[in-house]
């Protein structure tokens, strides 16, 4: 991978992204820093060669182990709504996959924890940070379950799979003030959005929209 691969040609080229870019705000995406990270993020470079030339359309896309790279309208979506109470200094992600939703997150926070499950994911994942030279961005593998204590507390965190019910330890380690975004159920998920009262620390959640995502699985995968 080169600076020419990362360019791209063809169905991955500038023009391409725009597109993507103009079919997200048709769908209400507004957030001027979400929009610019999406449009300055190689989406082609986080899927295997063979789908690279699908990389700019709106559609989740496989990255091996039954995990899927989110589609560029949730990734969207997600990020807009963890800024929606203002800038954000600390994130937790769970779930890297095959990390591009986290590079979208290395360009609208100071510093951003993301966790993944699956080592070979979390191995890819890295190779392409240190080739976008994100060096804002801390990867771990463990269960995102237990989340991250020592980084934390987090005025953001994000998971990109549903758990049936969100896990206390990542509720902990929300900053007061803070918002956590995740998707929640089982057959039927909905997206729903958590903001931390910053002077009682209550958790206020706000359901956002049905979502599809995969399952959030305890223990890890080497
Ligand atoms: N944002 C990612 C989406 C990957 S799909 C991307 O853009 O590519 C969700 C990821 O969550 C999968 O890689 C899956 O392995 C991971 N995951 C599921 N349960 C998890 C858990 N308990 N801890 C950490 N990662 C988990």
């Given at each position: 991978m080169n600076r020419f691969d990362l360019d791209g040609i063809g169905m991955t080229s500038r023009r391409t992204r725009d597109r993507l870019i103009e079919r997200l705000m048709d769908q209400g995406i507004s957030n001027f820093h979400v929009i610019n990270a999406i449009r300055e993020t190689p989406r082609h470079i986080f899927v295997d060669e063979a789908l690279a030339h699908r990389a700019y359309e709106d559609d989740a896309l496989p990255i091996g182990f039954n995990q899927t790279l989110s589609q560029p309208y949730t990734v969207a979506r997600m990020s807009e709504l963890l800024l929606?109470?203002?800038?954000?200094?600390?994130?937790?992600?769970?779930?890297?996959?095959?990390?591009?939703?986290?590079?979208?997150?290395?360009?609208?926070?100071?510093?951003?924890?993301?966790?993944?499950r699956i080592e070979p994911l979390l191995d890819k994942a890295r190779q392409r940070m240190r080739l976008l030279g994100h060096d804002n961005v801390f990867l771990r593998h463990a269960d995102g379950a237990i989340g991250w204590e020592e980084a934390g507390p987090f005025d953001a965190i994000l998971s990109a799979a549903a758990p049936v019910q969100i896990p206390p330890r990542l509720l902990e380690q929300l900053a007061p003030g803070g918002v956590l975004v995740s998707p929640v159920g089982g057959d039927e998920q909905h997206l729903v959005m958590v903001y931390r009262d910053p002077e009682t620390g209550d958790y206020e959640q706000q359901d956002i929209e049905p979502a599809r995502f995969v399952p959030f699985v305890r223990g890890v995968m080497r």
């Open positions: 929606s109470r203002g800038p954000r200094t600390r994130v937790l992600e769970i779930g890297t996959g095959s990390g591009y939703q986290t590079a979208i997150l290395a360009q609208l926070a100071s510093k951003v924890y993301s966790i993944e």
